[in-house]
């Protein structure tokens, strides 16, 4: 019988994480201080991050090793399967080769634990009592969630109010944990309170979330901050992801042409493709690592590289990323996980020198990559995972139409049993897409002239 | 470091189903016709179900060949792993060493599709070109859904209506498998025309669902029928799930001394526990085995053994089983999947012979034990899961009590990501127990003294 699922024991998970900055040939630039425009140091980050998270953020050792405590958790699901997508591949009638990691298997469905397991141990070992953090639609606050109960620390999560309101069963799922969740904006902060000030009736958003979370981290030394991408640390701990399918790529004995992956702030891309990008940086290999964003939020395909703030409201260090804008304001996809206006520092370099790709599309033709997953491969995919699922599609179409049999590898971040209503939507011939124009992007981009450029 | 969780690679996928009636000392007693209430043969199913696994619902063969189709599918999500529960012994503080099987893991997050897809595969074999099914709560339908897109069988679920208005997602993922469902009672058939006759607004129920679904597969050649649970076939078919386990408790260098598994019809409790039962049988050994039901719907606990009928209404075979009378009313408990009245034919014989155990439990105590899995395993346990949970508690303090280090495996047979609206009835203090009376269960029973002992 042919081979479908390539699996690793728990003793085969791998040690360490891999940190591509050692391999980059243009490091990242340095982020600046957001009222002197100066280089920071990583002391800046200390009142919202422990020590070892920081020197995680700026080491330029190759590989970080994965604490057995951390490990001990990752194997309440790692290592994840990674599967042969002979259905999907039968139903394009490709001669592409299609594999893909799944890490719908976590215990909140997706990827997300993956950095917040290690962020909870590292605050716990230095002695942290508390940690907060914005969530959206609930996925990053649900496996913080699930990370701090694990290592009995004190997880209070400021959700968007509008999805607080319209998504009640999440905040459930984080309850269950342990977890205290606030509707933001809240009064229980000043940057809360002003805005309630000026709209008692505020939706709120993941800006202003942010800005709850940090100013209660900023204000309590028992407590800090996390945060579920964009950052490097977060980069590197998602790296167990291919960490992991390099080994059960060579147990197939096969090797991926083209690595795929959805892209929102960088650490679920990065996650699968920097332990492949490796191979092209140390042995000149050539495997095309390519970017999945949504259309209506195309910061790497549209968007400028500059230095831009990593929140909305400019309370952040200036970082040097791909970006639309701080206040641009993507649409209402319901792939939430991947509405952010800017790219991590790390993922914006390899852009600008070439060395990863990056590809937009609409959420119909998401979706119906998904519902295609779904009634070929079994699984029913997040959103998000959706969209990687698309450039999948078009790759594999590509390899009929050349003759070609290209081996694809894409990451399926998460399964979609949290996300039905979107398919309902999607199903019911009631979805929409958001056409954007330069008009709206130049608008939000002018923005941000004044800031320095990269 | 300790082991945590015992994987198998496909590789090891058990190649056979096993068939307990070869090693039972009294075999059960065969169905008996509705009418005559004499026994009937195989060729009674023969409009309802194609001949294989009529074959399989009679045979006495030890153990049945799993085709390789039907691995082909199971590899997207078997075998599943096996966990030691360190956290879970930890905070109980007992001596006990606990693990599980976790079944989740699969396309529709329980162990329902390891019968849905071999149940697909005979169908397809037979040219059958569409299923219809009933389901409650949806578990079973999306599992059937899920496996008759894998065999590109139509697929036609009738969901009791209150559900259908009630958990409108759970439409949706069966939607997107392709399925069509419909709110029952419906006007399609003779059926569900004679309910909403008297009741133009009837919620619906099971036995009507299942009324439904059978008279369209009897009416239609090219249509059959598919049940869930109860009947041998799909008891069969689960133990995939302990054959499995029984390899991986071997791969731990340990063997359980008590096996628990959530009681609905029979067949979750069924797939663990009866390739251990083997053991007892053929070896001498003395492996406890528990089924865990709910105390508002105790069949095991507090039925009696007779011959009933497995619908509400009266249409099917009698069957002899623990029942508490085929008009029951289970309360409305948040574990939907053990609603049922009876118990099925194999288990209720062996319950009657003394070779296996049960024991009831109410949902608070079930809650507050999956709150408890959630907080220290990390998983959060579908509702039907924490009955098993409860009874393994109760068995962890006992050996605490007694100073003994037992070994128990429970069946975790789905994760509970489609349940968060009754965790939050829980957390929030609005869910209660149902207390049932001897005389509610009296009134049940006393309709069905004129039907044949068994």
């Given at each position: 019988?042919?081979?479908k699922?390539i699996?690793?024991?728990?003793?085969?998970?791998?040690?360490?994480?891999?940190?591509?900055?050692?391999d980059?040939?243009?490091?990242?630039?340095?982020?600046?201080h957001p009222?002197t425009?100066e280089?920071?140091?990583?002391e800046?980050?200390?009142?919202?991050?422990?020590?070892?998270?920081i020197?995680?953020?700026?080491?330029?050792?190759?590989?970080?090793?994965?604490?057995?405590?951390?490990?001990?958790?990752?194997k309440?699901?790692?290592?994840?399967?990674?599967f042969?997508?002979?259905?999907l591949?039968?139903?394009?009638?490709t001669p592409?080769?299609i594999?893909?990691?799944?890490?719908?298997?976590s215990?909140?469905?997706?990827?997300?634990?993956?950095?917040?397991v290690?962020?909870?141990?590292?605050?716990?070992?230095?002695?942290?009592?508390?940690?907060?953090?914005?969530t959206?639609?609930?996925?990053?606050?649900?496996?913080l969630?699930?990370?701090c109960?694990?290592?009995d620390?004190e997880?209070?999560?400021?959700?968007?109010?509008v999805?607080?309101?319209?998504?009640?069963?999440?905040?459930?799922?984080?309850?269950?944990?342990?977890a205290?969740v606030?509707?933001?904006?809240t009064?229980?902060?000043?940057?809360g309170?002003q805005?309630?000030a000026?709209?008692?009736?505020s939706?709120g958003?993941?800006?202003i979330?942010?800005?709850?979370?940090?100013?209660?981290a900023a204000?309590?030394?028992?407590?800090?901050?996390?945060?579920?991408?964009?950052?490097?640390h977060?980069?590197l701990?998602?790296?167990i992801v291919?960490?992991?399918?390099?080994?059960?790529?060579?147990k197939?004995?096969?090797?991926?042409?083209?690595?795929?992956?959805?892209f929102?702030?960088?650490?679920?891309?990065?996650?699968l493709s920097?332990?492949?990008?490796?191979?092209?940086?140390e042995?000149?290999k050539?495997?095309?690592c390519?970017?999945?964003?949504?259309?209506?939020?195309?910061?790497?395909?549209q968007?400028v590289?500059?230095?831009?703030?990593?929140?909305?409201?400019g309370?952040?260090?200036l970082?040097?990323?791909?970006?639309?804008?701080?206040d641009?304001?993507?649409?209402?996809?319901?792939?939430?996980?991947?509405?952010y206006?800017?790219?991590?520092?790390?993922?914006?370099?390899?852009?600008?020198?070439?060395?990863?790709?990056?590809?937009?599309?609409?959420?119909l033709?998401c979706?119906?990559?998904?519902?295609?997953f779904?009634?070929?491969?079994?699984i029913l995919?997040a959103?998000e995972?959706t969209?990687?699922?698309?450039?999948?599609?078009?790759?594999?179409?590509?390899c009929?139409?050349?003759?070609?049999?290209?081996?694809i590898?894409?990451n399926?971040?998460?399964?979609?049993?949290?996300?039905?209503a979107?398919?309902?939507?999607y199903?019911?011939?009631?979805?929409?897409?958001?056409e954007?124009?330069?008009?709206?992007i130049?608008?939000?981009?002018?923005k941000i002239?004044?800031l320095?450029?990269a």
């Amino acid at each position: 019988m042919k081979q479908k699922k390539i699996t690793l024991s728990e003793n085969e998970m791998p040690h360490h994480w891999y940190n591509i900055i050692a391999d980059m040939p243009n490091k990242p630039l340095p982020p600046l201080h957001p009222g002197t425009k100066e280089p920071i140091g990583p002391e800046m980050l200390a009142p919202l991050f422990p020590m070892d998270l920081i020197l995680q953020e700026v080491t330029t050792e190759k590989y970080v090793e994965i604490p057995d405590e951390v490990r001990d958790i990752y194997k309440i699901w790692r290592p994840t399967p990674l599967f042969r997508a002979y259905q999907l591949e039968k139903a394009l009638d490709t001669p592409a080769k299609i594999y893909y990691k799944y890490e719908g298997v976590s215990p909140s469905g997706s990827h997300k634990p993956n950095t917040a397991v290690p962020q909870a141990y590292y605050n716990k070992k230095a002695g942290v009592k508390r940690i907060t953090t914005e969530t959206g639609a609930g996925q990053w606050g649900t496996a913080l969630s699930f990370a701090c109960q694990m290592f009995d620390i004190e997880c209070e999560v400021y959700m968007v109010k509008v999805s607080y309101e319209g998504k009640p069963y999440r905040k459930i799922i984080m309850n269950t944990y342990g977890a205290t969740v606030y509707p933001s904006p809240t009064d229980r902060t000043n940057a809360g309170r002003q805005i309630l000030a000026q709209d008692p009736n505020s939706p709120g958003s993941l800006g202003i979330a942010i800005s709850e979370a940090v100013e209660v981290a900023a204000g309590d030394e028992n407590t800090k901050y996390a945060l579920g991408s964009v950052l490097n640390h977060v980069l590197l701990h998602q790296t167990i992801v291919g960490q992991e399918a390099l080994l059960q790529m060579e147990k197939a004995g096969d090797m991926p042409d083209i690595i795929v992956a959805p892209f929102g702030g960088g650490s679920n891309f990065a996650g699968l493709s920097f332990p492949f990008l490796r191979l092209n940086l140390e042995e000149g290999k050539n495997i095309r690592c390519i970017a999945s964003e949504p259309a209506s939020c195309p910061k790497l395909t549209q968007g400028v590289f500059r230095y831009d703030f990593g929140d909305s409201i400019g309370m952040t260090p200036l970082l040097p990323m791909f970006t639309l804008g701080h206040d641009f304001v993507p649409s209402p996809i319901h792939a939430g996980g991947l509405r952010y206006h800017g790219a991590g520092v790390i993922v914006s370099q390899l852009l600008k020198d070439k060395l990863i790709e990056a590809r937009a599309h609409h959420q119909l033709e998401c979706f119906q990559a998904g519902v295609l997953f779904a009634k070929t491969e079994g699984i029913l995919p997040a959103p998000e995972a959706t969209h990687a699922l698309a450039t999948v599609i078009q790759e594999a179409k590509r390899c009929k139409e050349e003759g070609k049999s290209e081996t694809i590898l894409f990451n399926l971040c998460g399964h979609g049993h949290f996300d039905l209503a979107s398919y309902e939507n999607y199903l019911s011939g009631n979805l929409q897409d958001y056409e954007i124009t330069q008009a709206d992007i130049a608008s939000s981009l002018a923005k941000i002239e004044g800031l320095q450029p990269a």
